[in-house]
């Protein structure tokens, strides 16, 4: 009852020191509350001057008082507590979190579902479901979004039955309406015996994973490799270059000291050759110069003595017979020259083929594009179809895996994930890396297998919902005829199509290939494109007054 009777704002009973709720509270002689650490830890700082002090009214005391605790603000500091914890115990629904259907005003986070009432419960209004006899007998899970899937659409009541014929889940009345003579078990006995199934598919997919983990370190370990490799072929083509330039620059160092010591040598004997030259053209100047004086004298005695030495000493002094080229050239080695770069540039262009093809040959090994049946069921995905999708005039049966066309109407929820026009549906699971899916079919009709992005149209009969008429979907056309449409473009196929069609996306490699399965597999159709969403399987199906009863059936492997 003392409980029930604080009413009063938490602010009120804080510390005015750390501002926290009072912890220990004691009451100084001026009527101020605190909590005992801090108030005493502020004293102990007023020692010195003897003179102490409230830290909220400034009254002073002298000598300090001696502080007791409050018992009646321990009592109540208590009870705020728990009024505080009780608070939070009040969890709101987040985003993602199921909400109570039975609050009003912000939703408090629902913690069970009751498979009767078809509601979700917080703490507080759950209390009837466990309180009241009228509520014994009800059934509570889990906290459920999906709680309308645990409700048969046909009779509107709950599903715990489990027909192995049909391989699907339906209510007690099922069991008296189409499922007559089925083998049928209760759900709890047939999750028991699935369980030993899952337990063998998580084997093989721990060993799937196993064998993915290592071949991830192979491709890690052949990366590092590759990148080792390269940055040291890298390097050692820097060097082998450089000690050929240099090669190459020592080489043009010598042929320029050879052509210079040639012209240095041809020009020290042409210079001596000059200079001989020059000084004999001066002394037969000089012998002209007295000849011509001497033609002139009068003196005969003098002409005939003078004339006399002249031609003694002007005797054959010449120097010998010499031959001047007078095209002096290096084109002979400017041709050399050029023939060697030639001869280079030929033999590097060969040679750096050589190189091209020993580079180009260094690859990783990555998995090829399956050939065979049995290579395309390693990528094999088991798809389940997505009842919120799923047209009004489709039926799905076999644990959402086969589409049953024509025939009446079916009584589904309205959902914004479903197609209202067009006969349509599409898979639950998205489709990533590398997956294969098979498909068969029966009856007439129009039939068409497809891929699409989530962001298709559901709702009208435009080109923006139909598969394979828009940029969102890739559909091959099976029935009447066989034809590839994407983005409302057809390419009509001249192969001839099966019942049973094979699906496979790489989706990293932008992928999608359609084949005719048989005894071999048989290509009818490759896109290669770059996908930038997640796809999903799906059927488009038509014609449906010359195709009642028709089935489509994502197929398990044999």
């Known amino acids: 009852m003392a409980e029930a009777s604080i009413s009063v704002d938490q602010d009120q009973f804080s510390c005015p020191v750390c501002l926290n709720l009072l912890k220990d509270p004691v009451t100084t002689p001026c009527g101020h509350s605190f909590c005992m650490v801090c108030i005493n830890g502020c004293w102990d700082l007023e020692d010195q001057r003897r003179v102490y002090r409230c830290p909220q009214c400034r009254e002073t005391f002298t000598p300090r008082p ?9 009592e109540v500091v208590e009870i705020l507590k728990k009024t505080e914890l009780q608070a939070a115990s009040l969890c709101y ?55 309308q899937e645990k409700i ?13 014929t049909d391989h699907s889940c339906i209510c007690y009345l099922c069991t008296m309406d189409e499922h007559i003579g089925h083998v ?11 369980q030993n199934q899952l337990k063998e598919m998580q084997k093989k997919f ?39 330039i240099r090669s190459i620059e020592k080489k043009r160092s010598e042929v320029t000291e050879l052509i210079r010591a040639q012209e240095e040598a041809e020009l020290s004997g042409a210079e001596e050759l000059l200079e001989q030259l020059e000084q004999e053209i001066a002394d037969l100047k000089r012998r002209d110069t007295e000849l011509e004086q001497l033609s002139h004298t009068e003196d005969h005695i003098h002409f005939l003595q003078s004339l006399q030495s002249l ?36 033999f590097c262009k060969q040679e750096f083929s050589k190189i091209s093809t020993h580079v180009e040959a260094v690859q990783m090994i990555l998995p090829s594009e399956p050939k065979t049946r049995e290579e395309f069921l390693q990528y094999f995905c088991r798809l389940t179809l997505d009842p919120n999708t799923v047209n009004k005039h489709l039926s799905l049966s076999e644990e959402n895996r086969v589409v049953i066309y024509g025939g009446k109407v079916q009584r589904y929820s309205d959902h914004q994930e479903r197609f209202d026009r067009c006969n349509q549906v599409l898979s639950k699971e998205s489709v ?15 039939l068409y297998i497809s891929v699409s992005y989530n962001g298709i149209g559901r709702k009208g009969r435009g080109c923006n919902c ?53 005894d071999t597999m048989t290509l009818l159709h490759t896109v290669h494109t770059t996908f930038s969403q997640p796809l999903y399987a799906g059927f488009w199906v038509d014609g449906l007054l010359s195709a009642v009863g028709g089935t489509v059936r994502l197929c398990d492997p044999k």
């Open 466 to 518: 139909k598969s394979g008429h828009n940029s969102q979907s890739w559909s091959l056309q099976c029935s009447p005829s066989l034809s590839f449409y994407h983005n409302n473009i057809q390419t009509e196929l001249s192969a001839s199509s099966s019942s049973r069609i094979g699906v496979y996306v790489d989706h990293s490699a932008g992928t999608l290939s359609f084949y005719s399965v048989s």
């Open 93 to 147: 629904a987040g985003p993602g979190d199921v909400e109570c259907d039975s609050c009003t005003g912000r939703k408090r986070k629902a913690i069970k579902s009751c498979l009767v009432c078809l509601t979700s419960y917080c703490e507080t209004h759950l209390n009837p479901h466990y309180q009241s006899p009228a509520f014994k007998k009800h059934k509570l899970v889990e906290a459920s979004k999906q709680l």
């Open 66 to 74: 001696v502080l007791r605790r409050n018992n009646m603000l321990v």
């Open 432 to 446: 990533s890396g590398r997956c294969y899916w098979e498909v068969e079919w029966s009856s007439e009709g129009w």
């Open 152 to 164: 048969c659409p046909q009779h509107d009541k709950l599903i715990e039955i489990y027909c192995r």
């Open 184 to 194: 049928i078990v209760a759900a709890v006995a047939e999750r028991k015996d699935k």
């Open 206 to 244: 721990q060993q799937r994973l196993q064998e993915k983990e290592k071949k991830l370190q192979e491709v890690k370990q052949a990366v590092k490799t590759l990148k080792s490799s390269a940055q040291a072929a890298v390097e050692d083509s820097e060097r082998i270059f450089t000690e050929l």
């Open 311 to 346: 031609c003694v000493s002007s005797g054959s002094e010449d120097s010998p017979s010499l031959t001047v080229h007078q095209h002096l050239s290096f084109d002979g080695v400017r041709k050399s020259l050029s023939d060697l770069k030639e001869r280079l540039e030929e």
